[in-house]
C-alpha cells in the first residue's frame, strides 16, 4: 500500500476517536471511502491484468522521466544521462519492465559518449513491493559507444579532444561500473545484455580507428565477481574484417582482473598496438588467429599474461618499401612475466616455401618509454632449421642445435645478433650482425667464423647468389677436406647484388686451376675474397705431368680481380719448379697448348726450370684459345736440347724462356756443337708458326766453328779467334738457314795460293750464307780485308768436303782483278787456281806465290 494512503487513512481515525455522537457519519465516510478504495484497486488489477495480457507498453509522462534523470544524474557526478522515451510493460510472466530510447551518455566536459538506442529493464518484484524501483535485468540494442585510449594506454569515453586526466585504467573502470551495480536501483542488477552495439576505438599513441559492429555484450554480477564478455566483427579502415570476442572478470574480493581475448584473422599490426608486449607483431603483414589471457592486480598493473598465436600466410615488412620476407605461416606459445618484463616462448615456430624452422626462448622488454619497449633482448634455442626449397642453397639441409643471442629494435627495425652458434657434426661455427630496415631497404651485415670445418659445408651453406663466381669456382676447384679459421661475411643492401667477404686456409687439398690440367695435389694454403676480389695462395701443392716428372707448385697465385662481371676474369699465376719437359706438357693443355701452337713437342730440350706463368681468361665452359691471354717466364738451367737447331746439340748452364700468346722465346749463352754463342730462340706461335722460328745471337768464330758446322773452307783460311753475329732460320718444312757476318777482328786469315795475308789485329768483313742440311750449301761467301776482296760459293762434295770455289769477283792487292776458280786436289794438297775473265800482273805478285 502506498505510505501516503496509508498516512491518510491514519488521520481519519485518530480525527474521530473523541467525538462519539458522529459515529453514524463517521461510518458513512468509511464505507465511502471502502467503496472507493475497492473501486481503485479493481480498476488497478484489471489495468494490470490488461497490460500483461495485452503487453502493451504505456508511455509514462514527462515529469516522471524527468524526475528519474535528474534522480540518476545527482548520484552520476560528472557523468550525465539524457533520457528519451519511457514506456512501462507487464509481461505474460507478471514482471514489469522499462523501455528507455534514445539514451545518451556522456559527462559536461565531452557531452555525448554513448549512445542507445533501447534499454529495456526488468524490476524487480521484491524491490517494487518495497517501494522501490529497481532492475534485475537490463536489455540494450544498438547502442553507439566511443572509447579513446590514451597514449599511457589508459581508457577515456569521450570524442576527440577529451582530457587525458578524466581516462581510467581497466580496473578503474570496473569499480566504476561496481559502484553503478551497488546504486540502490541496480543493486538487484544480475544480468546486462546487449546486441548490435556499434564500438569505436580512438588510439591516440597510433591515430588509428577500429571500429566494432553488431557487437553483442554479457555483463554477469554473482556475489564474488563481475564477469563481461564481447563477440564482435572489427574493422580497422581497411577491406579486412576480423573476429574478436573478449571477456572480462573481476574478482570483487580482491579486486583482481582476468582478461581474455580471442581473434580470428586479426591483422597482427593491430595486436602489436594493444599491448607493449606483444609490439613485436607489428612488423608482420598477416592476420593472426589466437588467445591471450591477461590477469591484472587491483593497482592497474599487469601481473601475467599467456597467449598462442596462429599467423597466417604473410610477410615480414617493417616498412611499407620495403621487400617483403614471405612466409607460409608461423605459430607461438608465450608467457610474460610483467615484474621480470621477460617474454618467454615455449614454441616459436615458422614455415616458409623454403623450409621450416622451430624454436624456444626468451626475450626482455628494454629500452621503456613508459610501458613500450624500444628494444627486446632475446636468447633462442633454435631446434631445427630446415631448407628444402630452391634457389637459395644448393641442396636441401637441416641444422639443429642452434643458440641465439639478439637484439630487436622496431623503429628504426634493427635486428643486432649478438651471437649465433652452431656445434653440428664436430662443426663449431659463430655468427653475428646486423639486419636493419631502411626507407631505401634491407641492409644486411652478417659475418660467421670456424676454427675448422668441412669444405663441402661450407658450400652446402654458401647462398646461390652471394659471389655465385667465387663459389662456383671453388666448388670446381678446390677439393679440400678441411678449412681451417674460415672468416665470412656477407653484406647486402636492396637494389645491389650482395658482396660477400671470406678468408680460410686449408691443406692436403686438390686444387685445379685450369679444367684440362693436372690438379694440383697436396696443396696447401690459403684464400680471401674481400671487396669482390678473391686469391688463392698456395704455401705448397705439386702437379704430376706423367712421365715427363712432378712440378712443385708452391707459390702459385689464382685471383679473379672483380666477381661481379658474367663471365668473370680469372688470372693465374702459376709457379712451377722441376723438369721443363714436365712445365711444358702442363702449359700444352687446353685451353694454352703453347707448344701445339709453336708446331713443336713439350721435348724441346731437357733442363731443370723453374717458371712462372701469368693466365687471363674467362671463367666460363668451352674457352677458345683465342679468349685466353698468357705470359710464361722461366730459368732454365742445365739445359740439353738437339731440337731447338735441327741435328745440332745446344747445351747451356742457364737460360731464360719466356713465352706469350705471339712466341716462344729461349735467352742466354749456350754452345752449339761444343761452339760458344750467344743465342735468343724465337719462335712465332698460331698462324706464323708454319714460318718457323730462328736463332740469333754471337759466336765465336774460328776454325773449329767452321768445322762444328760442317762448313769445309780451303784449308789454313782461318786462323785466331774472332767474334761473328749469326741468324739461324730454323723453317718448318726446310733445313736451317744460316747467315753469319763478322769484322774479322782477332781472326788470322789467308789464301797463300794467293799470297795474301791478314794479320789478326786487323779488321774486315765477312759473311757467309749457308743451308745446313745433311750436306751443308753454302751459298754465298764474302770476304772484304786489306789487300784482299772476293765474293762466291764454295761447293762440297756428297761427304761434305770442300770440293772447290767459284769467286765472281776477286781483288788481290794491286796484281789481280778477276775471276778465280779453286779446285780440291785431294786431302794435304792445295788447291788448284784458275784465274779468269779478268787482269793480272805478275809483276807485282808477292814472293811466295803459288801458281
Do not use: C
Not at 561500473?177 to 541496480?186: E, K, N, Q
Not at 599487469?302 to 608461423?330: H, K, M, Q, Y
Not at 770455289?805 to 792445295?830: I, T
Request: overall charge negative; aromatic content about 6%; proline content about 5%.
Amino acid at each position: 500500500m502506498d505510505k501516503n494512503v496509508e498516512a491518510d487513512v491514519d488521520e481519519t481515525v485518530a480525527d474521530a476517536g473523541p467525538a462519539k455522537a458522529a459515529r453514524p457519519r463517521v461510518r458513512r465516510r468509511e464505507i465511502g471511502f471502502s467503496t472507493m478504495a475497492s473501486l481503485t484497486l479493481s480498476a488497478a488489477i484489471f489495468t494490470f491484468l490488461f497490460l500483461m495480457l495485452s503487453g502493451r507498453a504505456v508511455p509514462i509522462p514527462e515529469v516522471i522521466r524527468d524526475r528519474i534523470e535528474a534522480t540518476v544524474n545527482a548520484r552520476l557526478g560528472a557523468e550525465r544521462v539524457a533520457l528519451g522515451g519511457m514506456a512501462l510493460i507487464i509481461g505474460r510472466d507478471g514482471i514489469p519492465r522499462v523501455s528507455l530510447t534514445n539514451i545518451k551518455l556522456g559527462n559536461a566536459a565531452d557531452g555525448a559518449v554513448a549512445v542507445l538506442n533501447n534499454l529495456g529493464a526488468r524490476l524487480s518484484p521484491g524491490r517494487l513491493l518495497q517501494g522501490d524501483l529497481a532492475a534485475s535485468e537490463l536489455l540494450l540494442s544498438g547502442a553507439q559507444i566511443t572509447v579513446r585510449r590514451t597514449a599511457s594506454g589508459a581508457f577515456a569515453f569521450g570524442g576527440a579532444g577529451g582530457d587525458e586526466s578524466m581516462a581510467q585504467s581497466v580496473p578503474q573502470i570496473l569499480d566504476l561500473v561496481d559502484a553503478i551495480f551497488d546504486s540502490s536501483a541496480l543493486s538487484s542488477l544480475r544480468t546486462v545484455e546487449a546486441g548490435g552495439i556499434v564500438l569505436s576505438l580512438e588510439d591516440a599513441r597510433s591515430g588509428r580507428i577500429w571500429q566494432a559492429t553488431n557487437a553483442s555484450l554479457v555483463m554477469r554480477r554473482a556475489d564474488r565477481a563481475t564477469t563481461l564478455s564481447l563477440a564482435s566483427d572489427v574493422f580497422n579502415g581497411t577491406d579486412n574484417v576480423a573476429e574478436v570476442q573478449l571477456s572480462v572478470a573481476r574478482n570483487l574480493t580482491t579486486s583482481g582482473v582476468s582478461l581474455g581475448a580471442t581473434v580470428n584473422r586479426m591483422p597482427a599490426a593491430d595486436i602489436a598496438l594493444q599491448a607493449p608486449v606483444l609490439s613485436w607483431l607489428g612488423v608482420l603483414d598477416a592476420g593472426l588467429s589466437g588467445s591471450v589471457r591477461a590477469e591484472i592486480g587491483a593497482d592497474g598493473r599487469l601481473t601475467s599474461l599467456a597467449g598462442t598465436l596462429d599467423i597466417e600466410a604473410g610477410a615480414l615488412r617493417p616498412l611499407p618499401d620495403v621487400p617483403p620476407v614471405e612466409f607460409s605461416s608461423a605459430r607461438t606459445y608465450f608467457t610474460f612475466d610483467p615484474s621480470r618484463q621477460r617474454l618467454d616462448f615455449s614454441e616459436l615456430a615458422v614455415v616458409s616455401e623454403q623450409g621450416r624452422m622451430t624454436a624456444t626462448g626468451h626475450t626482455y622488454l628494454a629500452e621503456l618509454n613508459g610501458p613500450w619497449p624500444g628494444a627486446f633482448l632475446g636468447q633462442f634455442d633454435i631446434g631445427t632449421v630446415e631448407y628444402d626449397g630452391e634457389g637459395i642453397f644448393p641442396e636441401p639441409f637441416a641444422l639443429s642445435g642452434l643458440k641465439a643471442d639478439m637484439r630487436l629494435r622496431l623503429d628504426p627495425f634493427t635486428v643486432e645478433l649478438g651471437q649465433i652458434a652452431v656445434d653440428q657434426d664436430e662443426a663449431r661455427i659463430r655468427a653475428s650482425g646486423r639486419i636493419t630496415a631502411e626507407a631505401d631497404g634491407w641492409h644486411v651485415a652478417v659475418d660467421a667464423g670456424s676454427p675448422a670445418i668441412q669444405s663441402e659445408r661450407v658450400l652446402r651453406y654458401w647462398p646461390l647468389v652471394v659471389s655465385p663466381v667465387t663459389r662456383g669456382w671453388l666448388a670446381k676447384n678446390l677439393k679440400a677436406g678441411e678449412l681451417r679459421d674460415v672468416s665470412a661475411g656477407i653484406r647486402y643492401q636492396t637494389g645491389s647484388k650482395p658482396d660477400a667477404i671470406l678468408s680460410f686456409e686449408f691443406d692436403d687439398g686438390e686444387v685445379s686451376f685450369l679444367r684440362a690440367m693436372p690438379p694440383l695435389t697436396e696443396a696447401a694454403g690459403r684464400a680471401t675474397l674481400f671487396e669482390r676480389r678473391f686469391t688463392l695462395y698456395l704455401d705448397e701443392g705439386r702437379v704430376d705431368a706423367g712421365p715427363p716428372g712432378v712440378l712443385n707448385a708452391a707459390g702459385s697465385i689464382f685471383s679473379v680481380p672483380d666477381t661481379r662481371p658474367k663471365p668473370a676474369m680469372g688470372e693465374i699465376h702459376l709457379v712451377a719448379e722441376g723438369p721443363l719437359q714436365a712445365a711444358l706438357t702442363v702449359l700444352n693443355e687446353p685451353p694454352l697448348r703453347i707448344m701445339d701452337r709453336a708446331d713443336r713437342a713439350p721435348d724441346l730440350a731437357r733442363a731443370d726450370a723453374r717458371a712462372e706463368a701469368r693466365i687471363v681468361l674467362p671463367l666460363k665452359d668451352g674457352i677458345d684459345g683465342d679468349e685466353v691471354e698468357y705470359s710464361v717466364s722461366a730459368v732454365l738451367r742445365d739445359v740439353s736440347s738437339e731440337a731447338i737447331a735441327e741435328s745440332r746439340l745446344l747445351t747451356a748452364d742457364r737460360l731464360e724462356f719466356a713465352a706469350t700468346n705471339r712466341e716462344v722465346r729461349l735467352v742466354g749463352s749456350v754452345r752449339l756443337d761444343g761452339v760458344p754463342a750467344r743465342a735468343s730462340w724465337r719462335q712465332p706461335l698460331g698462324a706464323a708458326a708454319a714460318a718457323g722460328g730462328w736463332v740469333e745471337g754471337t759466336i765465336a768464330l774460328s776454325d773449329e766453328t767452321m768445322e762444328a758446322f760442317d762448313i769445309p773452307l780451303p784449308a789454313g783460311l782461318i786462323g785466331g779467334r774472332g767474334t761473328g753475329r749469326y741468324r739461324l732460320d730454323l723453317p718448318g718444312d726446310g733445313p736451317p738457314q744460316l747467315r753469319l757476318t763478322s769484322d774479322l777482328t782477332g781472326m788470322a786469315l789467308a789464301l797463300d795460293a794467293l799470297g795474301w795475308r791478314k794479320a789478326a789485329g786487323t779488321a774486315g768483313e765477312f759473311v757467309l750464307t749457308a743451308e745446313l742440311g745433311e750436306i751443308p750449301v753454302v751459298e754465298g761467301l764474302l770476304l772484304n780485308a786489306p789487300g784482299l776482296s772476293l765474293s762466291g760459293t764454295l761447293d762440297l762434295d756428297d761427304d761434305g768436303a770442300f770440293a772447290g770455289a767459284v769467286f765472281e769477283n776477286v781483288q788481290v792487292g794491286d796484281w789481280l782483278d778477276g775471276r778465280v776458280e779453286l779446285k780440291a786436289r785431294g786431302a794435304g794438297r792445295a788447291p788448284a787456281i784458275r784465274i779468269s775473265d779478268g787482269r793480272m800482273d805478275l809483276r807485282r805478285l808477292p814472293d811466295g806465290g803459288a801458281g
